[in-house]
């Protein structure tokens, strides 16, 4: 009986963020996934104690291999070793991919899906949201695509030259800084607010697809105000990571 | 087999010694019930105990209230996990209930308005061990926590604790109520985990 | 320590005991009745398991409590379970 846990071997690490790595994983007989998905990751000391995590993956689609990125918590337990210690060459238990719901498809019966894309991340929440954004970037989707990005500062953002790059005409990015905002930007930092959501993000009227991804205060936050501005509840997805 | 992860120690948590095995604390009062909350008005409320020769003690509300009323700070452990530590209530002692009752019977049958039963030893009910409780945190017992008045029995898991209690009914055996036909542990001892069958 | 996160990351831990993808499934909540998928669950979960809860009146939908010995699935809370074909 097999126990659903696969053996994948780290292939390359990056640093993104002071706090942040994104790791790159050879998973052989990985069956490729959706861009939202998730994985359990699955840690074992020489004693026998074990420990699991679930991580959004950050890449999506067909190959073997699995991109995370994770941000270092302070009293983490499994966060700490996937930034400080792990290396390439190491063996990392994956099960997965995990998950239907928090979940977009450039197509569904070989149909491209042109409907409205709202995607709203805090943090390392950015990591389903940029596999969607990848996804979307390599298909045949006209879907427009909004993205708005919470992070403390500029060097917190995970994956900001990427982002950067695939900004356009698909994909319009809104960024807000919490503590400390860039050189010369417009607005000073500070917290999403409802009049950010409503003045960045597509109206309710038209009814976008909405995914909602970061730690759980920021996600119900943000998920209240979204209803607040018309979305129907079942239409904002969420993803909260736990913490604050 | 699970691959070891080069080094992973992992951080021991200890326990809290408070906490049954198997329990989380909650600062919430999330509730599990089995039916929807009856509405009792406390000019219609009654609660009785019923011996095996037919012989059945009963109090009005009034009645209860002019009984000694004990002040109980205890935890309580509900089955699905939580457990709430330092509650506050107050209740008339079931050793005052009983003290008139004659009975050799072993157990007892709590039934509720609304129809949830849930058995347990007499001597559970007896040395200062339960309540009929009808006030929470200073309030007066929500219907939704089982106001008017409930069973307060916090040495065992919670659903042991009836809601809504209309009367106790002495049995000789120890038969099942509601939740333990449907699965849950006849005792129900937070200390043993014993939650299910 | 119990973390709040929503139904979504039951998916890998209750793949243990059911074969579907338990958070596409939908139920009906025995206390309010309303009837959703239960990846928009609340869940507080540990080591030991974890409590969901309905998103419109946080009762309790179902507890998985997880020891070395055994696994306990409680689905008191919950009056039906559809899965997707």
């Known amino acids: 009986m097999t126990s659903g846990w696969k053996v994948g071997t780290v292939v390359s690490t990056r640093t993104e963020t002071p706090t942040g790595r994104s790791i790159t994983i050879d998973v052989p007989g990985w069956p490729g996934n959706i861009a939202g998905q998730h994985v359990d990751v699955r840690l074992s000391a020489p004693d026998g104690y074990q420990a699991v995590r ?19 918590l302070p009293d983490g337990e499994v966060s700490p070793y996937l930034v ?25 019966d070989g149909v491209p899906q042109a409907g409205d894309v709202q995607l709203i991340g805090g943090g390392s929440g950015i990591v389903p949201l940029i596999a969607m954004i990848r996804s979307h970037a390599a298909s045949e989707s006209t879907a427009k695509f909004r993205l708005l990005y919470s992070v403390r500062t500029p060097e917190d953002a995970f994956f900001a030259d990427e982002l950067a790059r695939l900004e356009g005409d698909g994909l319009e990015i809104t960024w807000v800084y919490t503590r400390q905002a860039p050189e010369g930007w417009p607005t000073p930092a500070g917290r999403v ?17 909405v995914f909602v991804c970061g730690p759980t205060g920021f996600v119900e936050s943000v998920a209240t105000w979204l209803v607040e501005l018309g979305h129907e509840p079942a239409a904002v997805k969420t993803e909260r990571f736990g913490g604050a | ?70 002040d109980i700070g ?7 996990r939580w457990s709430k530590l330092g509650t506050s209530w107050r209740g008339v002692s079931l050793d005052t209930l009983f003290a008139d009752v004659d009975t050799t019977d072993a157990y007892v049958m709590a039934h509720s308005y609304g129809g949830y039963t849930t058995n347990l030893p007499l001597e559970d009910l007896l040395d200062g061990k339960a309540w009929i409780a009808f006030e929470f945190d200073g309030e007066p017992l929500h219907p ?49 985990e014993q939650r299910y069958w | 320590m119990v973390t709040h996160v929503d139904g979504n990351a039951l998916a890998g831990p209750l793949s243990e005991i059911f074969r579907a993808d338990m958070t596409l499934a939908t139920g009906e909540c025995r206390h309010c009745h309303d009837t959703t998928v239960l990846a928009r669950a ?33 689905l008191q809370g919950i009056a039906g379970l559809e899965f997707p074909a």
Not at chain 2, 40 to 55: K, L, N, P, V
Not at chain 2, 172 to 192: A, K
Not at chain 3, 53 to 66: G, K, P, Q
Request: glycine content about 8%.
């Open chain 2, 144 to 192: 939704e926590h089982g106001g008017p008045a409930r069973l307060l029995v916090p040495h065992l898991y919670f659903w042991k604790s009836a809601k809504w209690i209309h009367g106790l009914v002495m049995h000789s055996d120890d038969d099942p109520g509601f939740w333990e036909q449907n699965g849950y542990h006849l005792y129900g001892d937070p200390w043993r």
């Open chain 1, 84 to 108: 400080d210690e792990v290396q390439k060459g190491d063996q990392l238990e994956l099960r997965g991919p995990l998950g239907g719901w928090f979940v977009w498809r450039p197509e569904i």
């Open chain 2, 74 to 80: 205890t935890d309580i452990h509900c089955v699905t």
């Open chain 3, 42 to 74: 609340l869940v507080e979960m540990d080591e030991a398991g974890f409590a969901v809860h309905c998103c419109e009146c946080s009762h309790v939908l179902f507890t998985v409590i997880r020891t070395p010995e055994r696994t306990w699935v409680d």
């Open chain 1, 193 to 209: 607010t409802l009049d950010a959501l409503r003045s960045a993000t597509f109206p309710s009227s038209g009814t976008p697809a």
């Open chain 1, 54 to 72: 679930s991580y959004s993956i950050a890449s999506a689609g067909d190959g073997e291999w699995v991109q995370l990125a994770v941000d270092k």
């Open chain 2, 1 to 70: 087999m699970a691959v070891i992860s080069r080094g992973f120690t992992g951080r021991r948590r200890d326990s809290s010694p408070d906490l049954p095995p198997g329990q989380f604390l909650t600062e919430d009062f999330p509730v599990l019930s089995a039916g929807p909350t009856p509405d009792i008005d406390t000019a219609d409320w009654e609660f009785s105990i019923r011996t095996e020769s037919g012989q059945t003690h009963t109090w009005t509300w009034d009645q209860l209230m002019a009984l000694p009323i004990e």
